[in-house]
Each structure stands twice: as C-alpha cells, then as structure tokens.
C-alpha cells in the first residue's frame, strides 16, 4: 500500500497506547477547555509507516499529563522520516501519498508518472495532481522542462 512495508509488530507493542490515542482523537470536554486531538494517532501511524522513532508514552495521553514535570534532554529521542529519508524540510507537513511520490522519484528520478502511479497505487491522475502540489510547493521541479527527471529541491 503506497509502498509502505508495514508490519503489525507496532500494534503488538503498543496496543494500550494505541487505543487511548483513539479516545482522545475522539474526546472532548468543552467545560473543561478539553478538545479532540488526532496527534497521537499521527505519532503512531507516522512510526509505522515512514519509520519515525518517536517515542509511544502512555502518560503523554493522560488528560492531566505536566510535560514539564520530565526530564529535558539537549538532544531530541527521534528522527524524523523525512531527514531520515533525505527529504527536505519543506516535506514536514506533507501527506502520505506526498511522501510515497516522493520516494519513488527520489530512488528513479525519470520515472514516468505512469509508473510512480502503479508503484504506490494510485491512478496516474492522482500522481499528476500530487506532482502539480509539490512543484507548486518548490518541493520538486523538473531539471530541464516536461518530461525531463524529477529533481527533489533540497533547500
């Protein structure tokens, strides 16, 4: 799926906070200033697919949870995927499908759309319209015009 090698290896080790993150992406309490949030869910599902190594806490998701009562560290505990992978920091907010592009035109820069369709896929017109959003993003650019090889933009 989107080229993504997933295992269910994630699931069995964070089962708990896996499930506590669905709650909170489910609940909130006006009265108590308590809104929904889906960032746990995206920390979960970001580390099994782009292969982030960010830390799965618990006690992060408790309601009454003080990150300042931790330990700080100079150094931060994970790796993004993207610098993992060699994207740029533009690629920070980028979706999913973004990043599958992207990592199929990173390892064949002069794959056709065609072809980076079938290998994540989606349908050529999908491509098309994730290969306009990133040129348009300066994320990526052709190096010599239509239909010359991809160039990922590094700054």
Not at 10 to 34: C, D, K, M, P
Not at 112 to 141: C, D, H, M, N, Y
């Amino acid at each position: 799926m989107l080229g993504f090698m997933v295992t269910n290896e994630l699931f069995a080790t964070h089962s708990w906070y896996f499930r506590n993150a669905l709650v909170r992406a489910n609940y909130s309490n006006l009265q108590e200033g308590i809104t929904e949030t889906t960032i746990y869910l995206e920390r979960f599902f970001r580390n099994m697919l782009l292969g982030e190594n960010t830390p799965l806490r618990n006690r992060e998701l408790h309601l009454d949870w003080n990150p300042s009562s931790e330990e700080q560290s100079a150094t931060p505990t994970f790796t993004s995927a993207n610098f993992a992978l060699g994207l740029p920091a533009k690629c920070k907010n980028c979706t999913l499908e973004e990043i599958a592009v992207l990592r199929v035109i990173q390892q064949n820069p002069s794959a056709p759309q065609k072809f980076v369709a079938r290998e994540i896929g989606k349908s050529e017109r999908t491509v098309k319209s994730i290969t306009a959003r990133l040129t348009k993003q300066g994320i990526i650019r052709r190096t010599k015009g239509k239909g010359s090889p991809w160039e990922i933009i590094k700054y």
